[in-house]
């Protein structure tokens, strides 16, 4: 494990690596986010206010959905302390940007989808944040399979982990599932004629199945029923996603060119 990047490499700062690789995949996604905002041919300059919205909404909640960990809540951190100190959750933090981005439309009356410039640099944020955890955090499970994590009395000290036994790389699987997604949104559904924002629906969707499935192997706590906390969340956004996507396609909305035929006859219709 590697808490500082000194750990990581002698003549780098002694800064924390975790944070380091957060703030390289921000910068990451940033620079994808202008080329396709660029691309797209998005001039609003309200735009920027949806990034911000974003950003602070990714900060705030990416704390706040790490702090009632317990039922007794004496034994969680006060709310300040824990915005300044506490645990973060990449997968509260996609909640609050969510959120944040909606609010910020509201406060600044900017009236389009926004999805669609958000979903690639998104993709590559989580894939460049996920090495931050897997140099600093506890890799997985115990497993028999060869391509399992070692740690050293030192390393399984430092994250709660027994020494000499192989473990998952989770951090792993997830950064080959963000790559993955960034590839196939780059490179082949951001050209295909899908509705406005649906690709960020899309990866939101295929993310949280593949989120509730590497749980399995994650190592976090049993909160209930056998099942992490972050997999109770996901029972019950995966349905809604689903419902969401199967709806579009059944009332013909996934396409690009079947939401505007529709907006057409709505328009038709109300001068009719």
Request: proline share 5%; aromatic share 12%; net charge positive.
């Amino acid at each position: 494990m590697f808490p500082t990047l000194s750990d990581l490499v002698p003549w780098l700062p002694a800064i924390d690596t975790h944070s380091t690789f957060v703030a390289l995949g921000i910068l990451a996604a940033g620079i994808v986010f202008v080329v396709e905002k660029q691309r797209r041919r998005v001039t609003d300059h309200r735009i920027a206010y949806l990034v911000l919205g974003a950003l602070l909404g990714a900060a705030v909640f990416a704390r706040l959905g790490t702090w009632a960990q317990h039922v007794d809540f004496s034994q969680n951190l006060g709310l300040f302390d824990q915005l300044a100190y506490g645990n973060a959750s990449m997968l509260s933090g996609l909640v609050g940007a969510w959120l944040g981005v909606h609010v910020a439309k509201r406060l600044c009356g900017y009236p389009e989808r926004s999805g669609d410039l958000f979903a690639p640099a998104v993709a590559l944020a989580m894939a460049i944040g996920r090495i931050g955890c897997l140099l600093t955090e506890k890799p997985g499970t115990p497993t028999g399979l060869p391509w399992g994590v070692v740690l050293d009395e030192a390393a399984a000290a430092r994250v709660g982990a027994d020494a000499g036994v192989p473990l998952h790389p989770s951090f792993i699987y997830e950064i080959m599932f963000h790559v993955t997604a960034f590839a196939l949104l780059w490179f082949w559904l951001r050209h295909r004629p899908i509705a406005a924002g649906e690709t960020l629906t899309i990866y939101i969707g295929a993310y949280a199945v593949f989120r509730f499935t590497v749980e399995f192997v994650r190592g976090n706590e049993i909160a209930w029923m056998g099942l992490t906390r972050p997999q109770l969340f996901l029972l019950v956004t995966i349905p809604l996603l689903a419902a969401r996507i199967i709806w579009m396609i059944r009332s013909g909305r996934f396409r690009a060119d079947s939401t505007v035929e529709l907006e057409r006859k709505m328009r038709d219709e109300q001068h009719a």
